[in-house]
């Protein structure tokens, strides 16, 4: 029993950590329209400055995914709190435009470091038979760290001083105080090798997987497109149309998409991975219609509508996704499909976040955002009647 306690502790204390790398990748979030008026740059640059962050995610999957297995869990995410601390240090610092985007291409590092070292290394420090528990330790960690960023930032923006340095002097200090449980925790690779074996991942995509990984990539690439227009512009939306100036409020709108999202992919478990990918499509479809009609109304109750639901779409579609992928994949390449998955569900946050930023100056915010609405539209109903024709098979990696 007391060996149990121990590592349900470890396990929650590495959760404990992923939520402080994760929360510090959005800790920017509501504070983006503060950073428009001391530096005066447009919409355009606020969505590059946010993309940059998904560079340095798809850089690290291609460049490094096998990091953790080679050289060991725990230098590699101590590695990727040292990113994390630079990057909040950029932030802490910055008097110009060149440090923010220092700062969130840093940020990207690091959480391409952690997204999958952290999963592992909560899974494996969990007692024996724990590993339904452990997957809901990793994954609250992950979305609700996400969730956690733009609310504390909020928070601290609108009631205490310094709103552009005290959330990153505070998340720094968090970031510290990881490094110190890090060090506590024990390794759980064996069989470690020098960083001479970390390879680049090339992405792959057998024959096999294709049926499979096209509607899945397809979801993914939405509901990730969707988190990186909620995270960018929504900020400055709700000013400016809905003369929602309070930076709490602003905050919590974003939790409220990556907190929703936590409650989809625990979904899965009761719906089943067949039902939860068609499932989770049409919820992002309900998800992007909630969006159209808040830009069109300039309502805040359907922005938050939009946040949750939306939120629930993508966090239903995208696990479904990764577990159908991962168990159509053959053994010897299934690390090497899942990371080519992400990278497609990371061009989402970036690509699409940026198309939103150009048309922003000839459209404003309410066209431009019409625009990737309907741009998705098109992308998630084929696949999502593809999916109701022809439902993922349940299978086990």
Sequence with gaps: MDGDRQGWLQCLLAGAVFVVCMAGTTLP????????????????????????????????????????????????????????AASAVCF?????????????????????????????????????????????????????????????????????????????AVHLGLVVAGFVVLLRLPETVR???????????????????????????IASFVGFALFGVFTSVSPAFLARYLHVDNHAVSGLVVALAFFASTAGQLAVDRVGVPRSLPLGCAVLLTGLVLLAAALYTDLLV???????????????????????????????????????????????ISIPVIGVGLLADPLGLEGAGLVFIACMLVLVVPAAVYLIRRPVAARRP
């Design 29 to 84: 979030t509501p504070l983006y329209p503060l950073y428009q008026e001391k530096f005066g740059f447009s919409e355009l640059t606020v969505t590059v400055v946010y993309a940059v962050y998904a560079f340095g995610v798809i850089g690290v999957l291609l460049l490094a995914g096998n990091a953790s297995d080679t050289v060991g869990r725990r230098p590699t995410l101590l590695c990727g709190l040292g990113f994390a």
């Design 92 to 168: 802490l610092t910055a008097d110009s435009l060149g440090w923010l985007y220092a700062g969130r291409l840093l940020s990207g590092l690091s959480a391409g470091l952690f997204t999958g070292a952290a999963t592992a290394y909560v899974m494996e420090l969990a007692p024996p038979g724990g590993g339904s528990r452990a997957t809901l330790v990793a994954t609250a960690a992950n979305m609700g760290g996400l969730g956690c960023g733009p609310l504390l930032a909020g928070l601290l923006a609108e009631y205490a001083p310094d709103p552009l340095v005290l959330p990153f």
């Design 191 to 217: 069989d470690r090798r020098g960083p001479g074996a970390v390879r680049p991942q090339l992405p792959a995509l057998p024959a096999q997987v294709r049926a499979v990984f096209v509607p899945a990539a």
């Design 302 to 348: 359907l922005v938050v509508l939009a946040a949750v639901v939306g939120g629930v779409g993508q966090g239903l579609a995208f696990r479904a996704a990764l577990s159908a992928v991962a168990g159509a994949a053959p053994a010897d390449r299934r690390a090497a499909v899942i990371s080519t998955l992400f990278v497609v569900a990371y061009t989402g």
